[in-house]
T-cell receptor, first 114, second 113 residues
Framework: EPEVTQTPSHQVTQMGQEVILRCVPISNHLYFYWYRQILGQKVEFLVS????????KSEIFDDQFSVERPDGSNFTLKIRSTKLEDSAMYFCASSEQPGGDTQYFGPGTRLTVL | DAKTTQPTSMDCAEGRAANLPCNHSTISGNEYVYWYRQIHSQGPQYIIHGLKNNETNEMASLIITEDRKSSTLILPHATLRDTAVYYCIVRVSGGAGSYQLTFGKGTKLSVIP
């Protein structure tokens, strides 16, 4: 069964450093998403992406964050200058159709900012 | 998207059916009921969704009341691997919907041997 994959599974970085989290969505899906979950808190939406453009973003997704689909398979989330409060699980998701279509999630990347 | 209310936690004996309720009294006619679960800190896993008819797949059944103000997710024979947080999410489906899934706190289901 097709699945969303994410790398790395765990990333440790120093405050102020840039990190790139990578995702490979399900191959025939066209809509891509990033969510995050701070330890012990709810899963929160960050951004959605389609046709090389951001479709929707939350207040969390500020200028420190960016997303890109650099090739036909990868979807990346970049945090330019990490802060301690960026420590969280980051989940990528994809869907075949936009809007309310079923989203399928990857296993997540645990980001630890020291 | 309509607001949902779920119990904070539930226990279920292994092998028995787990019935997880969800109230969504403000649901609109074009909003679907989605269920996801999250095992430990893994990515949310899609379970099932429905509009007004009851639905069944290989993982679970979804029973939606006739007035659509509440629903129940049924895991017919719960196993220890079903221990997870279960999220009920109401949202518009199709191209008119918002892109984001809004997760609440969900119900922590503990399956007990």
């Amino acid at each position: 069964e097709p699945e969303v994959t994410q790398t790395p599974s765990h990333q440790v970085t120093q405050m102020g450093q840039e990190v790139i989290l990578r995702c490979v969505p399900i191959s025939n899906h066209l809509y891509f998403y990033w969510y995050r979950q701070i330890l012990g808190q709810k899963v929160e939406f960050l951004v959605s992406f389609y046709n090389n453009e951001i479709s929707e973003k939350s207040e969390i997704f500020d200028d420190q964050f960016s997303v890109e689909r650099p090739d036909g398979s990868n979807f990346t989330l970049k945090i330019r200058s990490t802060k301690l409060e960026d420590s969280a699980m980051y989940f990528c998701a994809s869907s075949e159709q936009p809007g309310g279509d079923t989203q399928y999630f990857g296993p997540g990347t645990r980001l630890t900012v020291l | 998207d309509a607001k949902t209310t779920q119990p904070t936690s539930m226990d279920c004996a292994e092998g028995r059916a787990a019935n997880l309720p969800c109230n969504h009294s403000t649901i609109s006619g074009n909003e679907y009921v989605y269920w996801y679960r999250q095992i430990h800190s893994q990515g949310p896993q899609y379970i099932i969704h429905g509009l007004k008819n009851n639905e069944t797949n290989e993982m679970a059944s979804l029973i939606i009341t006739e007035d659509r103000k509440s629903s129940t997710l049924i895991l017919p024979h719960a196993t220890l691997r079903d221990t997870a947080v279960y999220y009920c999410i109401v949202r518009v489906s199709g191209g008119a919907g918002s892109y984001q899934l809004t997760f609440g706190k969900g119900t922590k289901l503990s399956v007990i041997p």
